[in-house]
């Protein structure tokens, strides 16, 4: 059973291992709309890949946060990725089987993965 | 929503934007009333009696991107439809307690679904507030609370992937031995 103690561990290691995190200021920020619609269209499981997926790539430039109703609400669940000097890009109907390769190609390699943002769904 | 867990997930952010600093929730089922309530109550600026009223109306919101807030409304179906009621008391500058009422053995009652998650996901995605949440099956309770956590952890913060992980693993292991107490 998990106890407290456990957790002292943990935190134990983790100071040790708590390095420059905020070390560069040019880090990549990617939001997960997480209001009513984003909820209801799925956000909660693509949240955890995503949180899953840096963690397990260690990847210690890019923070992931949750926002409110991004305004598009019929392309829900969906993922903004900022960095700076770089125009945003939006990823819609995001499934948690698809964060591995946008973590891999974009996240790590920086090429956005064209298919499943909003300008591959949207063609007027 | 899919999941009771959901609701509560959404309906919690509602306690984040008010400002709240300490939320609760709380899921208590009882297998022989066979009922399940689920309460969410928070600290934060409150609301007056007109703001209350309004909410319940799905086509209220304060946010400013959409005409429409359907939280309140979803979560208040979702309950009435299992021949259980939402209720929410307020007051401004004390906070919101919102108290919903489940009947298991309805037909259309939602499965509570993936709790741990919408909790970790609370916990992890809002640091700088403190949740308090209460499993209770009958006789059997657990109690989480971030404070305590943050005591043992220091400067160490509470989204550390090796943290999470714990909380994870902690929440289900206790969570799933009070269910199965039942």
Known sequence: MKSLEELMAIRDKAKANMTDREGSGDGIRVVVGMATCGIAAGARPVLNALVDEVAKRNLKNVTVAQTGCIGMCQFEPIVEVFEKDKEKVTYVKVTAEMIPEIVASHLVNGNPVAEYTVGAIVKD | ?182
């Not at chain 2, 209220?60 to 429409?68: A, D, G, H, L």
């Not at chain 2, 308090?132 to 043992?152: C, G, H, M, P, W």
């Open chain 2, 1 to 182: 929503m899919r999941e009771l867990s959901l609701n509560i997930l959404d309906v919690t952010q509602n306690s984040i934007s008010a400002n709240a600093s300490l939320i609760e929730i709380e899921v208590i089922e009882d297998s022989e009333e066979k009922t399940m309530l689920i309460g969410i109550y928070d600290n934060g600026k409150g609301m007056t009696p007109e703001q209350v009223e309004s909410v319940k109306d799905p086509f209220f919101t304060t946010r400013t991107t959409r005409k429409v807030g359907m939280g309140i409304p979803l979560f208040k179906l979702a309950a009435e439809q299992t021949g259980g009621s939402l209720s929410i008391e307020s007051q401004v500058g004390v906070g919101t307690r919102v108290k919903t009422v489940f009947k298991t053995d309805s037909i259309d009652f939602t499965p509570l679904g993936d709790i741990e998650s919408t909790i970790v996901t609370l916990i992890s995605m809002n640091t700088d507030r403190d949740f308090i949440y209460r499993y209770k099956v009958d006789e059997n309770e657990f109690v989480l609370s971030t404070q305590e956590l943050k005591a043992v952890l220091g400067d160490v913060p509470l989204d550390e992937p090796s943290v999470v992980q714990w909380i994870k693993e902690y929440l289900h292991e206790n969570c799933s031995e009070i269910s199965l107490k039942k």
